[in-house]
């Protein structure tokens, strides 16, 4: 029995079956539903119902408002293991990293509890005799977050929770391809309490994602997703005067330094490479060992770990490593694998012949493994977003730093080392936005900041923290004067503090 997904508008499923999509299992390779796929009078209507709520809910006291969130927050915990088996079975991604995901948002949602103490002006009492000048934070209006489809609750539950906390209103629009989160999502929120229409779900393509960008009661756009994308969103809702965040693709490299601790390195490399199929934002592609001593000694450690990577349906609790999200995103993965032997890297594991004996039609790939890659390859130089690692050889932490320096993408890198000054060094000369230090992967927590470098970020502005706060808020600054006996004359100068 397949089932259908449909939009949430106004706090219903509303669909319209103009256009649909199927919905794929990645580890069975069947289809299990169907999505609406939004026209232009579907996206109108969500924002004119997201439009609609915006004065009342807007109005409300900020606290009032974070108590609904806090109340979606327990729901969510309480509905965990249903949201990680929808992500698992949508995705692919096994149960405890679909679990591991909806925390890292929850904890984006206890952040944002704390609201009412973030969006506080600043108060300057007496700026001039009897004048007093004060800051306010008030919300935008209509905002809408476009997410891939690689953290279907996490990448969401960024965005939305602190666009209402903020007091805005709110349209998501998840990927095509793993759309029953997102309705369970507001499902929750409206159990929760939130009132109609400040939270929509639209679903969908390029075909919706384009009526927003260019609809006249959106303010704002929060967007993650491939960079190409990421590029059109940004200039597109720029030139449509909304204020726009945009975040795309990567290609994360991680330094391996003789003095590091290779079983440390290793493992690491393992989780942060394979886990989730490299379908991972913050996944490392790259491995960069320092001298060719470290590069064999590396190659030697990871190859059976490469090779006996438990793979198989996320549900079942053995794997290690799911399916690839699609057919066609597992033969593009592939063509970058044949692509990296014409180019003449050395394959010292191949996965692509790799079949899952309980489910032989679904997605899958065996983790591959590339030695002797050098910056000059597309198989170095292009996101491949699976599970494939390259190594890249250098002869020193410089020519290491520069390789990173010089890609265009900068989103997240790490290095292992045991000497602190080659850390410290490498943290402050990286132009990458995200860094970790013995650290695999290093996403964020809620209470920092989470953005990318160069081509993995469009727009100033970063998600998570008081950036989120910024980027959902916009500032008024207000100067009053409040005289017992009002006398005033014409000044034709600057006003200047008298
Ligand atoms: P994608 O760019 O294909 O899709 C992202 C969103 O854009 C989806 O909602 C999709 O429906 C929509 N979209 C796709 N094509 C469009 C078009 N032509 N016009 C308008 N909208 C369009 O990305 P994906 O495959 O879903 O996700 C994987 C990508 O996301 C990877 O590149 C990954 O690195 C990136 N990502 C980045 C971050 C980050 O924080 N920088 C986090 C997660 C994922």
């Known amino acids: 029995m397949t089932y259908q997904i449909n939009h949430f508008i106004n706090g219903q499923s509303y669909s319209d079956l103009n256009r649909t999509q199927n919905i794929y299992n990645p580890a069975t390779g069947k289809i299990i539903g169907t999505v609406a796929m939004a026209e232009e009078q579907t996206v109108n209507k969500a924002v004119t119902s997201a439009k609609n709520a915006f004065p009342k809910w807007s109005a409300m006291p900020s606290t009032r408002r974070v108590r609904i969130l806090f109340e979606l927050r327990s729901l969510i915990e309480k509905n965990m293991n249903e949201l990680a088996s929808l992500i698992s079975q949508e995705h692919g991604k096994t149960i405890n990293d679909a679990l591991g995901s909806i925390q890292r948002g929850i904890d984006a949602l206890e952040f944002v509890c704390g609201i009412p103490f973030l969006v506080k002006g600043s108060y300057a009492e007496n700026v001039a005799t009897d004048v007093d000048s004060y800051t306010i934070r008030q919300p935008l209006g209509v905002c809408v977050g476009i997410t891939p489809f690689n953290f279907p609750a996490m990448i969401p539950l960024w965005m939305f929770p602190m666009a209402l906390a903020c007091g805005n209103t709110f349209i998501l629009k998840p990927s095509e391809k793993d759309p029953s989160c997102s309705i369970r999502l507001v499902e929750l929120a409206k159990e929760a309490g939130l009132p109609d229409g400040v939270l929509n779900v639209i679903q969908g393509d390029k075909e919706a994602v384009d009526v927003l960008l260019r609809h006249p009661d959106v303010k704002a756009i929060s967007f993650v997703g491939s960079t190409p994308i990421a590029e059109y969103i940004y200039q597109t809702g720029v030139s449509h005067g909304k204020r726009v965040q945009a975040f795309g693709g990567a290609k994360n490299h991680c330094i391996i330094m003789p003095d590091a601790d290779l079983d440390q390195a290793v493992d690491a490399l393992i989780g942060a490479a394979y886990g989730s199929a490299g379908e991972r934002c913050m996944a490392i592609s790259v491995a960069v060992a320092v001298g060719d001593d470290v590069a064999d000694a590396l190659i030697k450690k990871l190859k059976p770990k490469v090779e006996n990577l438990k793979i198989g349906s996320g549900t079942l609790p053995e794997t290690e490593m799911g399916p690839l999200i699609t057919q066609q995103h597992l033969e593009r993965v592939k063509s970058y694998v044949d692509l990296g032997i014409k180019e003449g890297a050395e394959l010292i594991v191949d996965g692509r012949h790799f ?97 990318g470098w160069k081509r993995s970020l469009f727009g100033d502005i970063h998600m998570h923290s008081t950036d989120g706060m910024q980027f959902f808020t916009r500032i008024k600054t207000i100067t009053q004067r409040w005289p017992k006996y009002m006398k005033t004359e014409a000044e034709f100068e600057i006003p200047t503090i008298k």
Do not use: W
């Open 355 to 451: 079949k899952c004996s309980e489910n032989k039609e679904g997605f899958y790939l065996g983790g591959c493994l590339f030695d002797k890659v050098t910056s000059d390859m597309k198989i170095y130089q292009d996101e491949i977003f699976g599970p494939v690692l390259v190594m890249v050889r250098v002869p020193n932490f410089e020519a290491a730093l520069a390789l990173i320096n010089e890609h265009e993408y900068g989103n997240g890198t790490s290095i292992f080392t045991h000497d602190g000054y080659t850390a410290r060094t490498f943290a402050s000369k990286v132009q990458v936005g995200m860094i970790g230090i013995n650290v695999p992967i290093p996403v964020p927590v809620a209470y920092q900041t989470f953005g």
